[in-house]
């Protein structure tokens, strides 16, 4: 079984302040892990993956993530956030043989000017 | 990325009628899903829709509650039956492409209320 945990429902930060949105993740084999984002009335727009290589993943509007296999973890995080970075965001599992995702329950950021 | 559109994009129902809900891709993808978000929660899929036979359902969701159909590689269409307002919720259906970058891209979901 595969499972994803966000420990914080919500994060709240000043514009121009760092970003981390934690997630950590449960799964029997080699990992797939992925962030996406939900903006209010709009469906899930992807952020980035990890799937193997570097464990310092780069994706979209300035965001990264870094794979921690000892800590079974996968943080987003962003080093400058933005207002319009407020959003809902999701991590999710998968493992090497299955193409169905585990989500986590989300967090939401806000992010204030 | 694939283009993924869904209709209708929200709809209010009665209870114990139902909804079909389809989703359009603008290329042949390799596999289809369809997930529901509740109000306030996270995803939860509901069935994996194969192309040309029976969809593969979760824990939980049955056909006759929520048949799916799937007629070609770039067409799904999921109906939501004998509704109630516990079926309130935003669906959602998703797509991995032909090209194996191993990315489930979303569509813009259906948001549904039953009254």
């Known amino acids: 079984a595969q499972s994803v945990a966000q420990p914080e429902d919500q994060v709240n930060v000043a514009e121009g302040n760092p970003l981390t949105v934690k997630c950590t993740y449960s799964?029997?084999?080699?990992?797939?892990l992925f962030w996406y984002v939900q903006y209010p009335n709009r469906g899930l727009q992807f952020l980035l993956k990890?799937?193997?290589?570097?464990?310092l993943v780069k994706g979209s509007y300035g965001f990264e993530a870094e794979f921690n296999k000892s800590q079974t973890s996968f943080h987003l995080k962003k080093p400058s956030a933005l207002v319009s970075d407020s959003a809902l965001y999701f991590c999710?599992?998968?493992?090497?043989?299955?193409?169905?995702?585990?989500f986590g329950a989300g967090t939401t950021v806000t992010v204030r000017a | 990325s694939a283009v993924i559109s869904q209709k209708p994009s929200r709809d209010i129902c009665q209870r114990g009628t139902s909804l079909t809900i389809q989703c359009q891709v603008d290329?042949?993808?390799?596999?289809m899903f369809w997930y529901r978000q509740q109000p306030g929660q996270s995803l939860t899929l509901i069935a994996t829709?194969?192309?040309?036979?029976?969809?593969?359902?979760e824990s939980g969701f049955v056909i006759d509650k929520f048949p799916i159909s799937r007629p070609n590689l770039t067409f799904s269409t999921l109906t939501v039956s004998n509704m109630s307002p516990e079926d309130s919720s935003i669906y959602l259906c998703?797509?991995?492409?032909?090209?194996?970058?191993?990315?489930?891209?979303f569509g813009p979901g259906t948001r549904l209320t039953v009254l």
């Open positions: 998703s797509v991995v492409d032909m090209f194996g970058t191993d990315t489930q891209y």
């Open positions: 799964v029997s084999g080699n990992p797939y």
């Open positions: 990890y799937i193997t290589g570097d464990n």
């Open positions: 999710a599992v998968r493992d090497l043989n299955d193409y169905k995702l585990s």
């Open positions: 290329s042949q993808v390799t596999m």
């Open positions: 829709a194969n192309q040309g036979s029976e969809a593969t359902y």
